[in-house]
């Protein structure tokens, strides 16, 4: 059977290892071939999703120094290979991308899956201020863009803004770029029945954003939205599920300015398809979105998307279709699309209508037939 080797750093909650056990279990359940799941670190926050899945942790490492420390240690995924013998070795995210080209592998055809814009892959200049880590990034880069030349390596790209970083940034001589947009699990996601446009009203507002607590996802941006909202007199909740470095931060603005019976951090939960399926709308205050799938899970379950334009969500927010993009960062217009879906029961039915059946096009037994036909087509 054909043997399909797939390689992530950790099993955290987020995005692109929830795609991966996404990926692993539709091709196990379907029967479609052999998979390992290889895992450099024993973290795994999605325990209850992985106990089909086939998972090797792999305490080998690289780490590459432009001063001569450089650390190389791959004896044990050097084995884990060679006992699996697989036909595709499928790598997710960067330190997994370093790790499985390091050593090329005969009869082994290579796939590297861009979830976002690999910053390590940027073309070096002199004009970029430079610093420790923009050399150690180049000579990483170096190294890499030799590795794909001689395994002749194909990548997949989430998004168009992710496939046209990859044309700006690989060699010219790179053709095998695939576009191939994430899927989700559409059942988990879709609620049992139609959202009843009688409970959304002035009064009743539930909102709900999923994300990492850092930076680029922004989430004291909709601190100021809701604030907005209360103002003109909007009873109005918002549930932040996530976690990360910076929700203290975030949780003591929402004390300071006495929105604590408003916005509530849930922290790192598993049954996100719950809060989605009590709320009316999402909302996304990311600055930053390689893809969105809480976007595609937010509209299974029928919501209407609000949210900023992070480049690789312009795939999948169709403006005044399925949700509203804003282009800047503007938290009163962001409230005020809020209020205009609130506001038109046929705008809402609408909305909610078209972004159940859009993300139906994205669930991931569709997604998983397409990938395999690309395997097939590279092997």
């Known amino acids: ?50 106990k089909n899945i086939n998972i090797k942790y792999c305490s080998s490492r690289i780490k590459l120094s432009i001063t001569g420390k450089t650390k190389v240690d791959i004896a044990e995924y050097t084995n884990i290979v060679e006992d ?41 200049s002199l004009l970029n201020k430079l610093s420790k880590k923009k050399i150690t990034d180049y000579y990483e880069r170096k190294k890499l863009l030799k590795q794909y ?7 997949i790209a989430i998004s168009g803004d992710t496939e046209k970083y990859l044309k700006q940034n690989l060699s010219k001589k790179v053709k095998n770029i695939f576009l191939l947009h994430n899927a989700i699990d559409f059942a988990k996601f879709k609620r049992s ?14 909102l709900v954003n999923i ?13 100021d939205v809701i604030s907005i909202l209360k103002m003109k007199e909007y009873e109005i909740t918002l549930d932040l599920l996530g ?11 929402i004390i300071d300015i006495n929105l604590t019976k408003n916005i509530f951090c849930r922290g790192s939960i598993s049954n996100v398809e719950e809060y989605l399926h009590n709320s009316i709308i999402y909302v996304h205050s990311a600055t930053y979105e390689p893809f969105g799938l809480v976007l595609l899970e937010a509209m299974a379950a029928g919501l209407p998307v609000v949210c900023l334009d992070g480049k690789g969500n312009r795939d999948i927010i169709k403006n005044g279709f399925n949700g509203f ?20 029961q046929k705008l809402y039915t609408e909305m909610s209508e078209n972004a159940v059946k859009f993300a139906a096009d994205y669930d991931i037994n569709k997604y998983v037939d397409k990938l395999i036909e690309f395997y097939y087509s590279i092997k």
């Open 193 to 206: 029945s139609d959202i009843d446009f009688s409970k959304v009203n002035k009064k009743n507002i539930k």
């Open 211 to 223: 994300g990492s607590f850092v930076a680029k996802k922004n989430q004291a941006f909709l601190v």
């Open 84 to 124: 699996f013998k697989p036909d595709i070795i499928h790598s997710h995210l960067y330190e997994a991308e370093m790790l499985s080209r390091w050593k090329l592998f005969p009869n082994v055809k290579y796939v590297s899956h861009c979830h976002d814009n690999m910053v390590q892959l940027n073309k070096f």
């Open 149 to 155: 030349k001689s395994c002749n390596n194909n990548f």
């Open 325 to 344: 993009m804003i282009e800047k960062p503007d938290a009163n217009l962001f409230a005020e699309k809020i209020i205009e879906i609130i506001s038109n």
């Open 1 to 50: 059977m054909f043997k399909i080797l797939h390689i992530i750093p950790t099993l955290r909650r987020a995005g692109a290892e929830r795609l991966v056990i996404d990926i692993c279990n539709t091709i196990i359940k379907n029967n479609l071939a052999e998979v390992l799941l290889v895992v450099m670190y024993k973290e795994n926050e999605f325990f209850e999703l992985t």
């Open 243 to 253: 976690d990360g470095p910076d929700r203290k931060k975030i949780e003591q603005i």
